[in-house]
Each structure stands twice: as C-alpha cells, then as structure tokens.
C-alpha cells in the first residue's frame, strides 16, 4: 500500500537529491517519491521528501523560505563559486575588516536581483545550466528577483580569511552567488564551504533523520506537511464539494489572507490546497481527497 506524507531527511554530503529520493522508494517500496528544493552533493541539511500522493504538494514546501550555515572564504574565488571547483583567481584580503565584511553582507540583504550560477539546474534554451557548465559553455544568465532576510557573519578566530555566515532567503536564492558577490564587493573573491540547510520554513534540523534511521515512524501526513500555509476547517458539506474539487466562496468558509489555504476535514485531515483567484472565488490547486 502506498505511503502518503513528508519524511525530513538529513542528508549527507556526497548524496545528491537524487539519490535520497531513490533509497526513500526502495525504503518505502513505491515508485512516487519527490523533493521540494534541491541540495548540491556537498551540501548537507534538510531535504524534504514527499510520498505517494503528497508528491503533489512539493511545489508549496518548495515555495518557502530557506535557512543555511556556510563558511565564505575571502581571497580565493574558484569555478563553481564552492570549495569543489578550481581556483581561478587569488586576492590579499588580509586587511578586510569584520566590520566590512558585515556592511558588505547587509548590502545583500532584501530584495536584490542575483545571476544564477553556471553550476545550477536553471534552465536556458532548454538546457539545464549545469549540463553546460560540464561542457565548457558558459552562457548569458538573466538576473533574477531573489529576497535575502538575513546575512550574518562573524569571522572565524582560528582560520584568518574565513568567515561563518548565516542565510535566511527567499526560494531561488544562491548561497555560493552571495558568497561571490560578497568577495567582490570587498574588492576581492570568495567562495563558500561547508554549506548545510537548517531550515525549510517551519521543518527545522530539529525533525531530520539521517536515510538509515528513515521508516515509517518517521512519516508526517499531509496535513502535517502542510502546517506552514493557513488552513481552513471546513463542515461536512464542504468538504463534499472539496472532493469533487468544485471552486468555493472564501468568505462563507472563513479562508482570510492571501492563500494558499490548506484545507482540512473535521479530523483535522487534509482534503485539499486552494488558491486564490483574484475574486472571493477560491479554487483547488491540489486535491487529496477522493483520490
């Protein structure tokens, strides 16, 4: 029988996303498994892993704000903008200050607009970035809009030019790009080591297991999944027409804010995700129930 629920993975470095979502479908016996946000090899933290038919709600988890811990590395830039590609260029940073370090950092916080890297899963002309970076190609990146809450940094006392830093973003943003663009505007390079993920929204390092210690016991439900986003409660009669996935009047169900909404039976299970429509009109964006 099919498993449907979020597990919280610590993944290892040397895992891809793509590797921890395959040992979950031997771990759980089923083919429907997905991720909501990518880790690189080396990166480490929280991945969220969905089952069965919460595959559909990834793009929600996906959508919420991002928590890191990284090591910048002032005076060395490389290829990959991380400590796994070649160097490429070297600068004396030895007189840059803290208090530098963290004005240039505060610079980058808010909304900014970042050039992914050539090593990410962006596409251009149908063809994923990273692809081409493994062919020699580099290519013209548009800057995106990205939302950076948080920037701190403190130097490191027993490694001179190393710095650790702190990230709270929006989804979309690249860490090893603010560690880039935080050399340059220190008049240098930089790059990032040692990134790791402690956040997705409310899914903390606090609920993570590594893959070995992953079961069924560790299996959140839908509902459970979808604790970040308002919820409704919605009577019998309702949550008929939440099955059928009819669109429903917002005011009569009490859905207030921008949405989503998750939408939950008088058990407290999780029937559907609706979205607004711009009207009091709500309309279903996901619907679990009577699947």
């Not at 590594?210 to 986003?229: F, H």
């Amino acid at each position: 029988m099919s498993v449907n629920g979020l597990v919280v993975v610590d993944k290892d470095a040397g895992w891809t996303s793509h590797d921890v979502v395959g040992r979950c479908r031997r771990i759980f016996g089923q083919r429907r498994v997905g991720h909501a946000g990518t880790l690189d090899p080396d990166a480490t933290g929280v991945l969220l892993v969905g089952l069965g038919r919460a595959t559909r709600l990834m793009r929600f988890l996906t959508a919420l704000p991002k928590t890191y811990t990284t090591d910048i590395v002032l005076g060395t830039a490389t290829s990959t903008l991380d400590a796994s590609g070649e160097v490429v260029g070297t600068y004396d940073m030895s007189q840059v200050t803290p208090e530098q370090v963290r004005a240039a950092a505060a610079a980058l916080t808010g909304e900014i607009e970042q050039v992914p890297p050539m090593v990410s899963a962006v596409k251009i002309g149908g063809r994923r970035l990273h692809e081409l970076a493994r062919q020699g190609i580099e290519v013209e990146r548009p800057a995106r809009p990205v939302t950076v809450y948080r920037f701190d940094t403190e130097p490191d006392p027993a490694r001179p030019g190393v710095y650790r830093a702190e990230v709270e973003c929006s989804s979309g943003t690249y860490v090893r790009v603010l560690a880039h663009d935080l050399g340059l505007a220190l008049g240098g390079g930089a790059h990032l080591a040692n990134l790791r993920r402690t956040r997705i929204g409310s899914f903390g390092e606090d609920e993570m297991r590594p893959l070995e210690l992953i079961g069924p016991d560790a299996v959140l439900s839908p509902a459970q999944a979808m604790r970040d986003l308002d919820f409704v409660r919605v009577e019998p009669a309702a949550a008929a027409s939440i099955r059928t996935g009819l669109p429903l009047d917002r005011v009569p169900l009490g859905a207030v804010g921008d949405g989503p909404w998750a939408m939950l039976d008088e058990h407290g299970d999780l029937l559907a995700v609706y979205e607004a429509t711009g009207t009091d009109r709500i309309r279903p964006a996901v619907v679990l129930a009577g699947a």
